[in-house]
């Protein structure tokens, strides 16, 4: 008894449940942003790359240079859709810092370990900009996520297992052997969207070639399950771990598809994919991460893919309007859930609002459950802003649907477009040759 009450006074003590605590009125549109812009606010208290002597665009330890460019993809969407432009300069400043020379997210400090998937989450982040018309100074957003469309296409290998792009880009890293589905996703996604922002190809042709390839190696089952990767030495050794992030790349571009083509093979993908996470990916009505939530094992970069799953939800709604009835509830009852995890005082980094912090799991008895991070926040912010109805923003034009090419940009070409070329690969023989040998660490 003695030790259920210390436990109880130390649980409350731990949850801050008398401290701060979000709460909203889910039936005001007003009371979502507030909540969203607590969350922002704890959100980018990790964030200190607009700082004098930082470096923009990075997070500082133990965040990976990828998970900046999801965090920014985040903020983009709740600046979008709540109608604020509180982080707007941050935003841009950090996106155009790691550009890179070539204006493709290969900035030279990262040419070492970046893998495919690393650059093609900040050409998401960018893409998303570009939907939304935000940045100072109007930045070419869309030129950015064609030059990286552009490495992918250099990049692809036929010359094992059909096809497919590898994990990582330097032959030296451990992963080059390895051809993921979060590579492909992006490069699926980013592919997609650019189709049905210019209704031009290549970039149908080759979101349809991505598409079937990751079917043919056995990376997306016939019921739709997106599986995470192969070894190219023997190219049906499937590594059959699902994730959240994975499901959500096929869906979400699959559904840009689906706007941009009206077609059935793209609805039956929708529905497969939708079909399939609505069974994986949710527990008790909310959102999980069914690989290591309940064993609580999920890794910093894990304890993020939530967020890319509720945005992708989000747009597949929008982008197929058909599925939004089966999307809004899960949307629903996963933002109640996400909001009520964010109550948490603890003393591990978190900087924002004392008794706001947002837990990981959503799924089980008690609201917040004890972890923080950036990828927590992440998720909770993407939970809120999933709710918010319209884009405050109007689009810059893109195709009507009909899949048919739309005029050029209202963007001014501030970030040219590179030619492809060996440049990436000639960069990256220098860098290795100095720095030989080094083996980094799986990311
Ligand atoms: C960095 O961004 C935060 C959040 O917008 C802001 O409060 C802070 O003043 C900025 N710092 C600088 C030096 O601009
Ligand atoms: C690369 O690293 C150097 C040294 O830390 C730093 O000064 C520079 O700002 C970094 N550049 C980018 C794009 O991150
Ligand atoms: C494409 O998306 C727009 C915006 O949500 C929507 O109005 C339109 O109906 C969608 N097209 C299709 C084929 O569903």
Redesign the pocket.
Known sequence: MKFTMQRTALALALLGASAGAIKVDFTSDDSIKAGASTIAYGLVKYYNGNETGQ?P??LPQPYYWWETGAMFATLIDYMAYAGVDTYLSLMTQGML??AGKNNDFL???QTMSEGNDDQGVWALAALSAYENALGIGNPNWQGLGKNVFNDFVQRWDSAHCGGGLRWQMAPVNAGYDYKNSASNGVFFDVAARLFQQMGQDPHSEWATKVFEWEQKAGLISDSYQVFDGLQVESCNSVSKQQSSMNAALFLEGSAYMYNATSSSDWKTRVDGLLKEVSTTFVKNGVLYEPMCEEKELCTVDQQSYKSFLIRALKATAQQAPYTAATIQPLLQSNAKAAAASCSGSVDKGFAGQPGTACGFSWIGDSAFDGNVGVGEQMNALSALTALLPQRARSQPSTTSGSGSPSGSPSVSPSVKPKSPGNKIAANLVTVLALFGGVVYGLC
Do not use: A, D, L, R
Request: net charge neutral.
């Open positions: 470096i665009g990075n810092f790691q900035p030279q400090n």
